[in-house]
């Protein structure tokens, strides 16, 4: 069974840094491109980053250059270290991959940006 934990959100000020983590179970950690995602208030769900399997990031524009996606094979782990925070980046963070088509979801965790 496929399970992902998301954990390290908080409160932080704008033009602050926070630091996530997801930790997956339940399958070959290193075979699957993994995502993050993020729920705004009130807003669809939007794709933030991808870390693939050989270790190469992509990022949305509204997140490149403040936020860095990384893994660790070896911890089942994928971060997402976040600088300069913005109130825009106020949501529920989620991790995400696909394994034989289906969608997997963590639970996420609320980050909250004040200005």
């Given at each position: 069974q496929v399970t992902l934990v998301e954990s390290g959100g908080g409160?932080?000020?704008t033009g602050g840094s926070l630091g996530l983590s997801c930790t997956a179970s339940g399958i070959i950690f290193?075979?699957?491109h993994?995502?993050?995602y993020r729920q705004p208030p009130g807003k669809v769900r939007e794709w933030v980053a991808t870390?693939?399997?050989d270790g190469s990031?992509?990022?949305?524009?509204?997140?490149?250059?403040r936020f860095t996606i990384s893994r660790d094979n070896?911890?089942?782990?994928?971060?997402?270290q976040m600088n300069?925070?913005?109130p825009e980046d106020t949501a529920r963070y989620y991790c995400h991959l696909i394994e034989e088509g289906k969608d997997y979801w963590g639970q996420g965790t609320q980050v909250?940006?004040?200005s």
């Amino acid at each position: 069974q496929v399970t992902l934990v998301e954990s390290g959100g908080g409160l932080v000020q704008t033009g602050g840094s926070l630091g996530l983590s997801c930790t997956a179970s339940g399958i070959i950690f290193s075979d699957y491109h993994m995502r993050w995602y993020r729920q705004p208030p009130g807003k669809v769900r939007e794709w933030v980053a991808t870390i693939t399997t050989d270790g190469s990031p992509n990022y949305d524009n509204s997140v490149k250059g403040r936020f860095t996606i990384s893994r660790d094979n070896a911890k089942s782990t994928i971060y997402l270290q976040m600088n300069n925070l913005k109130p825009e980046d106020t949501a529920r963070y989620y991790c995400h991959l696909i394994e034989e088509g289906k969608d997997y979801w963590g639970q996420g965790t609320q980050v909250t940006v004040s200005s």
